[in-house]
């Protein structure tokens, strides 16, 4: 059994990866107080973290006093983890291709904890997409690609995610119910779910569930782009086969790959 110390350091490393999983790709700086409301925790822990992790070079201060942002070190992991993920080496190309071809953004994501991050991401070149990139994070319960990895949970990590997501999004918690219910149909019958204009404005995201890995990880892959809703019905009927296409690719090509090469879902399914 670990003593009192060894689990004081744990909680301690914890919550500071937590205050640097704050930070997301939009690189925009954060406050303490911001820190305070994406992490849950208290200020006086937030306001010890983010000094500490300056002194260690993972955060800096934002110029102009307006905040905190990744530092070197901070951003060294990062880029360390894109260099050598074999799913950028690998499901990238296969990503573009469709992208490329179907004018829409591809992007493979997974969970960290209620929200969606982009793992890869693959706009189409000749076209506005939804222009987000690796690192993006997006709502579990309000996008398509958030909707497709819920339904690939067993039952009981499912529901316990969607409670979860109601109670920490009160004000959203009746669209986060219809609309997963509906995309649960929607799966059931298609193996794809589609969300429009719920996270982004004239934004149409299609998604389908996957699982990469000896470890089975639990992803979700999916296209988006914008002004597809009033062609709708014609835009899925060119997309759909597409996405199961590649879903079938990329797991195949991903199937060999060490659990350990991936990030590994969270203890509560995400």
């Not at 849950?40 to 500490?52: D, E, M, Q």
């Not at 009927?237 to 996405?243: D, T």
Request: proline fraction near 4%; aromatic fraction near 4%; include cysteine.
């Amino acid at each position: 059994m670990k003593d009192s110390s060894d689990l004081a350091v744990t909680q301690t490393l914890q919550r500071g990866l937590d205050v640097l999983g704050a930070f997301r790709a939009d690189r925009r700086a954060l406050s303490n107080t911001e820190i305070v409301k994406r992490t849950g925790l208290s200020k006086a822990t937030v306001s010890r973290l983010t000094t500490t992790l300056v002194q260690l070079g993972f955060l800096r201060r934002a110029a102009g006093g307006g905040g905190f942002e990744l530092g070197s070190r901070g951003l060294g992991v990062g880029h360390a983890f894109v260099q050598s993920s074999p799913i950028l080496g690998i499901a990238m190309p296969l990503m573009q291709r469709i992208a490329d071809r179907l004018n829409v953004s591809v992007a493979l994501a997974m969970a960290d904890d209620l929200h969606m991050v982009y793992l890869a991401y693959a706009p189409a070149r000749r076209i506005a997409t939804l222009r987000l990139g690796i690192g993006s994070f997006l709502p579990m319960g309000l996008t398509a690609v958030g909707r497709a990895y819920l339904y690939s949970l067993a039952p009981v990590d499912r529901q316990s995610k969607l409670e979860r997501l109601k109670i920490m999004n009160p004000r959203q918690a009746d669209a986060i119910e219809y609309g997963t219910r509906h995309a649960f149909e929607d799966l059931d019958t298609s193996l794809t779910c589609t969300c429009v204009g719920e996270f982004q404005r004239d934004a149409v995201g299609i998604a389908t569930p996957l699982s990469i890995g000896r470890g089975a990880v639990p992803m979700a892959l999916s296209c988006g782009a914008v002004g597809l809703a009033p062609r709708l019905d014609a835009a899925k009927a060119r997309i759909v086969p597409e996405l199961l296409a590649l879903r079938d690719l990329v797991q195949t090509a991903l199937a060999d790959q060490d659990a350990g090469v991936v990030p590994a879902p969270r203890a509560d399914g995400g």
